[in-house]
Each structure stands twice: as structure tokens, then as C-alpha cells.
């Protein structure tokens, strides 16, 4: 079986993307993963414990904020380096969908909402690497309040209809059940896809670096996404 992670970005005017996806473990490898996630946590906070305080989160530790604030930025930087070796090393398939929203909503007369889209579409490419791997999976998100009931919703939705409704929609059977959510604090996983969405949606929209943190953490997601599995698919 493989279990799914996902998070997504939010839309605002200073971010006209949305991006929506994550990544995918086997479930005999979870124990080595977790193993190694526990060392790079025990590493930066000197604790294993989950909570709050411990959680990593993409946005925060790049821009020293929250439980990151009084922490160098050499260290912060590791650490974005420490997740990109763990995912290269573990060879951890990532899947993503980016929506430019601006062009979405100019393209259509009734543009069907971004996240309903993004969710449809990360789904069906979830599902080809479960076809792949000739497998099912379990799909877990981050808890986000304001979406968790219309997500199940629509994937129930999808699920009953027997595929996604888009023109060439696929079949979702491989992924079983309904969506978890928890909170990412509660997640090593989902941690490690909200940190995937943060430099996915810093470096793939064609902002270019030049402090050298930034530099750095760029330098960190090419390799992810030379070394792994690694597909993002843009709309429209």
C-alpha cells in the first residue's frame, strides 16, 4: 500500500499560483522514514517530540518566523537541506499540480473553483503512479477547516461517478476509503509536503534568486528535482 501526503499553497494577488500536492511512501518504508525524519528533528530542536513547537513548516523556517525567529539562518538552511537528502535518499515520488489562477479565471466563462480543480487534478496523478506501482493507496491532508468537508465531498463524489469528471478523466479506485486529515504538527509527512510546496511554489513561477539563502534553498529543490520522481503539472 502507499500512503499519499498533501498540502497546498494559498491564493492571494501577491501569489497568483495554487498548487496542490505531495508526496508518496510505500508502507514498508514508513518505520526507516520516520526513523530518519525523528533524526533530523531530534538534530535541529534537540527533541522528537511532535507538537507545535517542533513542526517544521516551509514558509517559517525560511523567513525565521514563529518557533523559527531566534535560529540562525545557516541552521534554517540545513535544514531545507536535510529534507531535500532525505527525499533524494529515500528516492520519495512527489506529485504536484500548479493552477495559474489569473489565466484559469480569464480562460473559462464559468472557471470551475481552484481548489476543487487542483484536488480533482493531483488525484488522477496520484493515481497513475499508484497504476504504476501496481498498488493502492491512502490519501492523508493537512487539516484546513475550511476545506476538509468539500473535499471529501468531492472525492466521494468522484469515487461514486466512477472517475473524475474531467474531459479525459480517470478512474480513482486505487485510492481507498476517503481523504484523512490532521493536523501537519501531528504529521512528519505532511511536514515534509508542505516544505515540497513551499519551495515549489517559490521557485517554479519564475522568481529568481539572489540572496543566498534563497540561492541555497533553490540549489535544494533542483536536486529534488533531478534526483526523484518528481512531476508538476501546470493550468491551463
Not at 511512501?25 to 527533541?47: A, H
Not at 540562525?72 to 529534507?83: G, N, P, Q, S, Y
Request: hydrophobic share 35%; glycine share 6%; with cysteine.
Amino acid at each position: 500500500m502507499q500512503l499519499i501526503y498533501f498540502d497546498e499553497t494559498k491564493f492571494a494577488k501577491d501569489n497568483p499560483f495554487f498548487l496542490i500536492g505531495g508526496i508518496i511512501v510505500s508502507d514498508n518504508q514508513v518505520s526507516g522514514l520516520e526513523n530518519s525524519l525523528i533524526d533530523i528533528q531530534y538534530n535541529f530542536f534537540g527533541t522528537s517530540i511532535l507538537s507545535h513547537e517542533t513542526e517544521f513548516h516551509g514558509q517559517h523556517i525560511f523567513n525565521g518566523i514563529g518557533h523559527f525567529r531566534k535560529r540562525k539562518l545557516i541552521d534554517r538552511v540545513a535544514l531545507f537541506e536535510d529534507i531535500g537528502r532525505f527525499i533524494c535518499n529515500y528516492q520519495i515520488p512527489i506529485r504536484i499540480v500548479c493552477i495559474d489562477v489569473y489565466k484559469h479565471r480569464q480562460k473559462y466563462t464559468f472557471p470551475q473553483p481552484e481548489y476543487n480543480l487542483g484536488l480533482m487534478l493531483v488525484l488522477e496523478r496520484f493515481c497513475d503512479v499508484l497504476e504504476q506501482k501496481n498498488d493502492i493507496g491512502l490519501i492523508f491532508g493537512d487539516y484546513e477547516k475550511d476545506e476538509i468537508t468539500k473535499s471529501i465531498l468531492d472525492f466521494s463524489q468522484f469515487k461514486h461517478t466512477g472517475k473524475t469528471p474531467m474531459y479525459h478523466g480517470r478512474p480513482l479506485g486505487r485510492l481507498k476509503d476517503t481523504i484523512y486529515f490532521t493536523h501537519s504538527h501531528h504529521s512528519r509527512f505532511l511536514q515534509v509536503a508542505d516544505m515540497v510546496l513551499y519551495m515549489a511554489n517559490r521557485y517554479e513561477n519564475g522568481f529568481v534568486p539572489e540572496k543566498w539563502h534563497d540561492v541555497q534553498v533553490q540549489a535544494v529543490w533542483e536536486k529534488i528535482k533531478t534526483k526523484v520522481d518528481c512531476q508538476i503539472q501546470s493550468w491551463p
